[in-house]
C-alpha cells in the first residue's frame, strides 16, 4: 500500500474514532440534549468562521442552495438533539445501538425518495436489526423511553443521509458549513419551546462543561470531518462508508471502559449487539461482492 493511502486510511479511523467519542459527550454533558446541541452548533458555525477569516477561503452558494443545504443541516441538529436524549434516558451504549437503524429506514424512504426500486436484501439484514433492537428494547424497561427517542433519532439521520445526497454538487467543506449554519438557526427555532416544557435553571455552559462543548466542537465536529474529508480525497465513499461502520462498536467499548457500562448491562443486551452487528457485517460483505463485480463488468 503507498504511503498516501496509509495515511488516508489513518484520517480515516482517526474520524471514526472521533465519530465514536461524539456519543459520550452526550453523558459527560450536564446541559439537557436541546442545550447541549444548541452549543455544540453555536461553537461548530464559530470555529468555521473563525477559519474563514484567517485563510480567506469563502464558502459561496446560490442563495436556493444556501435553503437546501440549511435544510437538510436542520434535520442533522434535530439528529443530534434525539441522538443526545437517548443517551441521556438510557445509556451511551443504548443510543448507539439504536443508530443502526439507520439502514432500515434508509431501506424503506429512499427509494421513494430517490425513486428507485427496492432491495431485497436491505429489508432482510433490517429484520436482524430489528430483532437486535427488539431485544434491547426488552432487557431493561428502565431503558424503553431510550431506545424509543433513540428510534427516532435513527430516522432523523436516516432523512439527514438521503437528502443530503440531493446537495452533492458542492464540495463538501461548503456543504458542512451551510449545513452546520442551517442547524444552528433550526435548534435556535426550536429552542425556546423546548425549553418552555424543558424548563432549566441555567442555559448557559460553565466550567467542565464549556471545557467538553468546545472539545466537542472542535475535535468531534471541525477536526471529524476534516479527516473525512481529507480520507475521502485518496479513498473511495464505498470503502469510508464501510468503514464507519465501527463506529458504534469504537463507542460502546469506549463507554464500557470509561463509564463501566458493562455492568448495566445484561444478556439480552449482548445477544441483541450480537444481532446488529451480524447485520451490518452481512451488509458490508454484500455491498463489497457487489461492489466487486460491478467494477469487473466496467
Given amino acids: 500500500m503507498e504511503k498516501s493511502s496509509k495515511r488516508a486510511f489513518l484520517d480515516l479511523h482517526i474520524s471514526i474514532l472521533l465519530a465514536g467519542l461524539t456519543g459520550l459527550f452526550g453523558r459527560l454533558v450536564t446541559l439537557n440534549e436541546g442545550l447541549l446541541t444548541f452549543w455544540r452548533l ?117 432523512l439527514f443521509t438521503i437528502f443530503n445526497k440531493k446537495v452533492a454538487k458542492y464540495n463538501l467543506e461548503t456543504v458542512l458549513f451551510y449545513e452546520m449554519v442551517g442547524g444552528f438557526i433550526c435548534i435556535s427555532a426550536f429552542l425556546p419551546f423546548y425549553l418552555h416544557f424543558f424548563p432549566v435553571k441555567n442555559i448557559f455552559p460553565v466550567g467542565l462543561d464549556l471545557f467538553y462543548l468546545v472539545i466537542l466542537a472542535l475535535f468531534c465536529t471541525v477536526f471529524l470531518y476534516y479527516f473525512q474529508i481529507s480520507a475521502l480525497k485518496k479513498l473511495s465513499a464505498f470503502s469510508v462508508n464501510l468503514s464507519y461502520n465501527l463506529e458504534p462498536v469504537y463507542t460502546i467499548i469506549l463507554a464500557m471502559i470509561i463509564f463501566h457500562e458493562y455492568k448495566d448491562l445484561n444478556i439480552a443486551f449482548y445477544i441483541g449487539f450480537f444481532a446488529i452487528l451480524v447485520s451490518v457485517i452481512l451488509e458490508s460483505l454484500y455491498v463489497a461482492k457487489w461492489s466487486k463485480k460491478f467494477n469487473k463488468t466496467n
Avoid at 461553537?43 to 437538510?72: M, N, P, Q, S, W
Avoid at 439502514?103 to 430483532?131: C, G, M, Q, W
Fill in 42 to 158: 453555536f461553537l461548530t458555525v464559530g470555529i468555521f468562521c473563525i477559519i474563514t477569516f484567517f485563510t480567506r477561503k469563502f464558502y459561496k452558494v446560490k442563495l436556493k442552495d444556501f435553503f437546501k443545504i440549511a435544510a437538510v443541516g436542520g434535520l442533522l441538529g434535530l439528529h443530534w438533539v434525539f441522538f443526545y436524549g437517548s443517551i441521556k434516558y438510557s445509556n451511551i451504549s443504548v443510543g448507539t445501538v439504536c443508530l443502526s437503524l439507520i439502514s432500515f429506514f434508509t431501506a424503506i424512504i429512499d427509494p421513494i425518495v430517490n425513486k428507485h426500486r427496492y432491495f431485497k436484501h436491505e429489508f432482510l439484514f433490517s429484520l436482524i436489526t430489528i430483532f437486535g433492537i427488539v431485544l434491547i428494547f426488552n432487557f431493561d424497561s428502565g431503558y424503553r423511553t431510550g431506545v424509543i427517542i433513540g428510534i427516532f433519532s435513527a430516522l432523523l439521520a436516516a
